[in-house]
Nanobody
């Protein structure tokens, strides 16, 4: 499966953005998907994940209550709604997919990655 992330940009602190991840090449509902992010000088980290049918979601503590992950399998698209953005949310955001039936949080569990989209939050 190929993944294409989009929707990043420049936003002020307290604002909102919605990222999209469009899949092609295979049936999207065969994969759990997740969002990771990588800030300058830091390791890539798990942000949020969702199971194949969307029945289970997981969030990093740093974004829980502010970010919402969702998916529309009929549109082969996953989303990350980001509210109450903070400067520390500034990073390149990547979507990823795995054939796992659960939502792993480790990078090595994901076989497919999108190219990343930059989110910059100004204070």
């Amino acid at each position: 499966v190929q993944l294409q992330a989009s929707g990043g940009g420049l936003e002020q602190a307290g604002g909102s953005l919605r990222l999209s991840c469009t899949a092609s090449g295979d049936t999207f509902s065969n994969y759990a998907m997740a969002w990771f992010r990588q800030a300058p000088g830091k390791e890539r980290e798990f942000v949020a994940g969702i199971t194949r049918r969307g029945s289970v979601v997981r969030y990093a503590d740093s974004v829980r209550g502010r970010f919402t992950i969702s998916r529309e399998n009929a549109k082969n698209t996953g989303y990350l709604r980001m509210n109450i953005l903070k400067p520390e949310d500034t990073a390149v955001y990547y979507c990823a997919a795995t054939g796992s039936v659960v939502v792993p949080t480790q990078l090595r569990e994901y076989d497919y990655w999108g190219q990343g989209t930059l989110v910059t939050v100004s204070s």
